[in-house]
């Protein structure tokens, strides 16, 4: 049986959920107190529980899965997946539908994006503006212009040797297909070997927090199949949370010396463009500023990656952004107000936002107004 | 004492009224948040409240005090003592709804704050402005000012700093009866009357509810460093800091690490000292940018009879240095998945008998003592890991638990130097009967029919 919360606390100041409302039951602490007697791993046994899931599901269910608070943790647990594995044994028509909506309709994302975009804002109930807003940014919303010209400083050594797949994702490989087809020209003109990336589905992560396990499995197994048939070769991903999710199949899906070849082969695009070299253009800004995605954790190279190419750039004071799990769908009214929170975490001058993460790039876009817009940098770089 | 046993439909009209949807909860789910905190202890509750203002806490407390509802007055629940467990059914008040940061001072070295901020917020921000706010609990990203100035919390820096009651100029409470009490001042030295200030410090929210807090701000250190310090023994590891007191330096941090926790590191992960150091010290000094060198070398002096030594001169080496005795807490569970933590105080001098003490009465009931903490201030973290689900493991450790208390009274010590009696600790063992009954006294004085936190503190 593994230990719970011992309610010390450490999580209310890295809890996105917590900085909205500063209240002690919305924070992973409290959560945990509501969650962990439903859940058998922690010794839990729904029959016998005091508050059974139904009496505290619209609190405990208020979880972006940015898994700050599992870094704060000193057991290291992690809410997003207690409640991962609470949804998982209580099923629920929303967690059927964003199953439907990730694994199916993907295809459809454009057309509905080009549909909302239709629809005056004026008509939109307020209860379901984000979800408007959200729906208009599927659909592309054209080139943005680079910001800079980069290359291979000649003098760089990059190992050049192991083919690459490029994990794309699934806003990419539906909505954004320009990042994909950026980073594989980037790739290309590094030197990589690039494989052909057709056979990778969703890396089943927004699946995990729906607690749609099964699903999850299948996309992880088809994943890590294509990875083994095609040679086991690195993987290069541009999104944050793909790579989170991809890192977390070690211990799980893979174990062993496989789990450990599978994380070696893991790598963020930005990691493979070393030692680039920037010709700046007209088109970049001022000022702008860096959105740190949640899921690189501690070892978010991008920004690395960008402050080299694009010195001066100012990280935002927000936490999450309110995309993960799938908050947008059970509370989008908090998923908004969190996204509003991460930008007015930028000075005022700053109306361009970098970031690293497919996820985080739609959802501020969706709640940003003016002419303030949040890129992927793959979006202001090419060759 | 009679208290009500529930709360009326008059009694929840009058708290939707003063307190709206918003500030007010009955809600099971919500209820079952606030009626525990960090002991795992639990009570019961009728009701959260969440006063925006002092005005709602005075209305909220004149009406609690002729109702005889209980009050349990609650920051962010961190508590290790049951200071926030609801003894006896009542109304919890969260302070998170009073969170600002009212005033801070470059120039008088004062802040003016609600009692809800953080105690990490505040800080940076102190130290956005060049200034320091001393008091650092280990907790403080947990922690809440109100609950560090109602447990008087203590921390690292105490030895060179004091405690937090050496920080707390003044402060505002709200008596039961509603009556609003402005104690102290902004200004450094005041000697009129009374010190009621420091009647409210530490006094676990016995005497009333806390709306505002005047807090003392130093200068911050320009630099600062660190060394830590590998010995075959506590033994050599505490005597090598009496040294360094001797010789004159006050450090600003003096952390011993002994032989069972080293056990844990080396057990638990990378550690750079060589097999035969088996305790260790951790010295952090603070001053001018061009003088933290020679006070460090003035250190090391003093250190020439240790087996190994690492020094870090900047925020990054410093943390590594730190992060070998942050680590201690976490990896202790290797001895066991649940703890029962102690927080004793005793003279400096008498760290090393008593720390001996407990490990034998530790071993004594098959257990092991974690024992690290503050050297410098005598403040020592006597924890012990065991298996709940294992009832004989639970029954040896709470014994064990228990006569550490005992013990610590035998070297002139305290049972608790931070985190205070809360629901959990017999402070009756320490105090004496004439005194703790004079504080009985005092506390009735402000709260007449004993309606806040009954059962707690002392």
């Known amino acids: 049986m593994k230990r719970g919360c011992t309610q010390c606390g450490e999580c209310l100041n890295v809890c996105p959920v917590y900085r909205q409302f500063t209240r002690e039951e919305y924070s992973p602490k409290g959560k945990r107190l509501l969650m962990e007697p439903l859940a058998p791993e922690f010794g839990g046994d729904e029959r016998a529980a005091e508050l059974n899931w139904e009496s505290v599901r619209s609190l405990a269910r208020l979880c972006a899965g940015c898994d700050r608070c599992r870094k704060a943790c000193a057991r290291k647990l992690s809410t997003a997946d207690l409640l991962a594995d609470v949804r998982a044994t209580h099923p629920h028509w929303t967690q059927h539908f964003w199953q439907l909506w990730i694994a199916r309709m993907g295809p459809l994302w454009p057309s509905l994006g080009l549909m909302a975009t239709l629809v005056p804002d004026g008509l939109t109930p307020k209860p379901l503006k984000p979800l408007h807003d959200t729906a208009k940014i599927l659909a592309d919303r054209g080139e943005a212009r680079p910001w800079g010209r980069i290359r291979k400083n000649p003098e760089s050594r990059t190992d050049v040797s192991k083919p690459v797949l490029l994990f794309s994702g699934c806003t990419a490989n539906n909505v954004r297909k320009k990042w994909s087809s950026g ?160 930008l007015d975490g930028f000075p005022g001058a700053i109306s361009r936002i970098v970031t690293g993460c497919s996820g985080c790039v739609m959802q501020l876009n969706a709640a940003a107004g003016g002419d303030m817009r949040i890129e992927h940098w793959l979006d202001l770089v090419s060759l | 004492m009679m208290y009500a046993s529930a709360l009326t439909d008059s009694h929840r009209v009058f708290l939707e009224d003063l307190f709206g949807k918003d500030g007010l909860s009955f809600e099971p789910a919500v209820l079952r948040v606030y009626s525990s905190d960090a002991s795992n202890e639990r009570g019961k509750i009728f009701a959260v409240v969440r006063p925006a203002d002092t005005g709602q806490v005075q209305k909220f407390m004149r009406w609690a005090d002729a109702e005889r509802v209980v009050v349990h007055p609650r920051g962010r629940g961190t508590s290790l003592a049951g200071g926030c467990v609801p003894t ?28 809800g901020l953080c105690t990490a917020t505040f800080q940076a921000e102190a130290e956005k402005r060049g200034l320091m706010f001393p008091p650092d609990p280990a907790s ?53 009357g009374l010190d009621l200030t420091r009647f409210v410090v530490g006094s676990e929210g016995t005497l009333g509810i806390v709306t505002r807090l005047i807090l003392k701000l130093i200068p911050k250190p320009e630099a600062s460093a660190s060394v830590l310090v590998g010995y075959r023994s506590l033994d050599d590891a505490l005597s090598s800091m009496t040294k360094v007191f001797a010789a004159g330096i006050l450090p600003a941090a003096a952390e ?137 493991d639970a029954a040896r450790t709470a014994k064990t638990h228990h006569k550490l208390d005992k013990a610590v009274l035998e070297f002139g010590g305290s049972i608790s130097g931070e985190h205070g009696g809360g629901s959990l600790k017999d402070v009756g063992r320490q105090l004496g009967a004439g005194e703790h009954e004079l504080m009985l006294r005092i506390r009735k004085l402000f709260d007449p029919n004993l309606i806040l936190n009954p059962k707690k503190g002392y």
């Open chain 1, 183 to 342: 980073a594989n020209d980037l790739l290309l003109a590094w030197g990589y070997e690039l494989s052909d990336p057709g056979g990778f589905v969703c890396c089943g992560g927004t699946m995990h927090h729906a607690g749609r396990y099964g699903a999850q499995r299948a996309m992880e197994g088809q994943n890590v199949e294509y990875w083994r048939k095609s040679g086991k070769p690195r993987i290069a991903v541009f999104c944050a949370s793909c790579f989170h999710s991809l890192h977390g199949y070690a211990g799980g899906v893979l174990t062993g010396n496989e789990a450990g070849e599978w994380l070696a082969a893991l790598t963020p695009v930005s990691v493979l463009l070393a030692g680039a070299e920037v010709e700046h253009t007209e088109a970049k800004p001022a000022a702008y500023g860096y959105h740190q995605p949640c899921h690189w954790g501690d070892n978010d190279n991008d920004i690395k990656f960008l402050q080299r190419l694009f010195p001066g750039l100012h990280k935002g004071t927000g936490l999450c952004c309110g995309m993960g799990g799938i908050l947008q769908m059970s509370n989008p009214g908090l998923s908004r107000r969190m996204a509003e929170s991460t």
């Open chain 2, 88 to 115: 006896v059914p009542g109304i919890v008040v969260s302070t998170l709804g009073m969170d600002k940061l009212i005033d801070i001072s470059s120039t008088d070295f004062v802040a003016e704050v609600e009692p």
């Open chain 2, 140 to 192: 403080g990203k947990a922690t809440s000012l109100g609950g560090n100035v109602c447990t008087c919390a203590g921390g690292l820096r105490a030895v060179k700093y004091g405690v937090t009651r050496d920080y707390v100029l003044g402060c505002e409470i709200v008596l039961p009866g509603g009556q609003l009490m402005k104690f102290g001042g902004r200004t450094q030295k005041d000697v009129v």
């Open chain 2, 256 to 392: 011993f690490i002994g032989e069972t926790c080293m056990d844990i590191l080396t057990r638990t992960g990378e550690c750079p000292w060589p097999g035969e150091v088996k305790a260790m010290m951790l010295f952090q000094i603070d001053g001018g940018r061009e003088t933290i060198g020679l006070e460090n070398a003035r250190l090391s002096r003093q250190l020439d009879d240790a087996l190994w030594k690492m020094e870090g001169v900047d925020k990054e080496e410093e943390d590594r240095l730190w992060s070998f005795r942050r680590r201690i807490s976490a990896a202790s569970y290797v001895l066991g998945p649940d703890r029962m933590g102690g927080d004793m105080a005793v003279p400096r001098g008498k760290i090393l008998p008593a720390v001996r003490r407990f490990e034998e009465i530790a071993a004594a009931n098959g257990k092991r003592l974690v024992a690290f903490g503050h050297a410098g201030d005598g403040n020592i973290h006597a924890n012990l890991h065991y298996d709940a689900s294992d009832p004989d």
